[in-house]
């Protein structure tokens, strides 16, 4: 038996595993115990990881070929990869020289390595010139990220899971840590019983299993974070529970924010956010008292409309009362997917570039040109999510490529989504699993590795890089993302008119020393920047284990000051200074007024729709939908309501309800739940066609929860608002 340590491929907690395996074949997992992240410990899905492989291979559900289907609709039939290839380049090239290069998208996933997300980048906006390159990050943690910048100055998460421990305060923000993210739920236990003084609030709409540890919970109306946040800075104002020295000191723009918390008094707070005054008060005086207090937060928080203004707002919260760049205090956003911040590291997404570089800056358009040795990088903002697929439905976007991410269940407002694929004159879809409901709108199927075969590095909640390792041969032909793309760029170079003297993609293909001259060249575009890696190596990650950034080069020597099984040579926590990551080093408040959701109740649709994750399943369930023992904590999709609207709507558990909303409707069976507070509503977003159907408002077939959810997205951050709309609910 062979032991690899590699990376759980779920969550952002990035939790360490070590995979047993004999010759191809995975046989066990284990959490490794000299992890930073986990320190052994696995959740259900992780300690599964070895059974979802060998499912795959049972049940066949990996795609091992390359496949082209010569007509929508019709049979895929196995081709060559050169082919396949040389089929993509063709048809990408053909489509550039006719509409120009933003005509085409690519579409990638958090789930990607760091290496496959880079190669992606220099494709889109180096060789081809179009900055229509989004990622489904977009739909997790791009509200964290405009509420970081616009308020710190930075894309980086100040805390580190060595918080919790010192934290006097725990403020839980629209996150089910306890299903969402279990390992680190497990640390905030050990916490309190280390700790039993310490005070822990939630604040979220469902009363989820992370409130059973709360001290108190506040179950605000949805989407009414930041009414409640500007109505505790006003009553921190009122009751001197500020930082005055701190705020003059480091900070601007308090001012006009002051003027805005005005109105938020506690009798308007508590109309807006349907909790007691009291509470509101009991909350208010635990964030700013406690000598140190601690957020996290996650979709609740991004998922919205206004998702930059709530991260912001409570962000505003940490500078108002200094509760920032000390042991246990600060804002810390948890993670959704394994590698949602490496994407953004290397600047995969259509607003940024190469180690948090800004699109909109021509002095980081040229660094980012200079670097790859190309005349320029496009200035024109590419398509993000939502707006990708609305071009493609609108035939502005006529060829997309759709890396590891499943868009057909995933992306809101279904019926849009799907009409996009079928209006696209080609769709390559690159993925590990034949099954995903986006593959049957694909035109090339290119078959990809996965967890137990990868190789690369990902990023975690807390700036952590970690290596993912193969244990086993890539199965079939499948090959790496990152090799995949690099052979078909080079192909592509062939077809269209020349940017650079050579290749832009000089990588040994199909081999772990390409990855690593990827992650290389990814290094020393971070020199300088926020997140300088350059004091890492691959060599040093094998040695010391994994680190966080930053890291520049003159600390990778430093002291060995991290836990005895491993250095830790970056910066574990963020501002201890004081001194912000913008241009004058101060945080800057921001003052936005609070928005409702942008979907309201009404009389026609009189319930407020949330979805979410389960404890067990993982996203479209390509993985997780494979074991029958995933199946034992919720076995079926329904829809959870509140005990006193069933009874006015005569509804008794189990029985089949039609759920509609403005764009379509799904039945499925209704269940009381105590979560659930009075014209509310709550389906998870893990089941697909196979699981529950539904059909659109014009009469499409569509299917999952996203068959309800709408496509509008926070203006800043242009992340949907996943986490509201609004549906009526009638017996089926
Ligand atoms: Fe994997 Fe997240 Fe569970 Fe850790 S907490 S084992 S990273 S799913």
Redesign the pocket.
Known sequence: MTDTRS?????????G?IIESEGAQITGVR?DPEHP??FG???????T?HLTASAAVTMQTRLLQPMQRLQRGSAAASVPWAQALDVAADRFARIIADHGPDAVGFYVSGQLLTEDYYVFNKLAKGLIGTNNLDTNSRLCMSSAVAGYKKTLGSDAPPSCYDDFKDAQCLFIVGSNTAWA????FRRIEDARRANPAMKIVVIDPRRTDTCEIADLHLAIQPGTDVMLFHGMLHLMLREGWTQPAYIARHTSGFDALERTVRDCTPDQVAKVCGIEPSALIEATRLFANSPSTLSLYCMGMNQSSSGTAKNAALINLHLATAQIGKPGAGPFSLTGQ?NAMGGREVGGMANLLSAHRDLANAGHRAEVAALWGVADVPAAPGKTAIEMFQAAADGEIRALWISCTNPAQSMPDQATVRRALERCEFVVVQEAFATTATCAYADLLLPATTWGEKVGTVT?SERRISRVRPAVPAPGAARHDWSAVADFATRLEARLPRRAPGTLFPYTLDDPAGAQAIWNEHRETTRGRDLDITGLSWALLDTAGPQQWPCPEDQATGPATGPATGRSLGKARLYEDGVFATPDGRARFHNAAYQPVAEARDERFPFSLNTGRLRDQ?HGMSRTGTLGRLFGHVPEPLVQMNGQDMARLQLGDGDLVQVSSRRGALVLPVRASTEVGPHQSFIAMHWGEEYLSGQSSSGERIAGVNALTLPVFCPDSKQPELKHAAVRILKA
């Open positions: 990376t759980c491929p779920y969550c952002g907690v990035g939790c595993v959490g992240a986990n410990r696995l959740c259900t899905k992780g300690s990881l993210h279990p390992i680190l394994p975690n993982w």
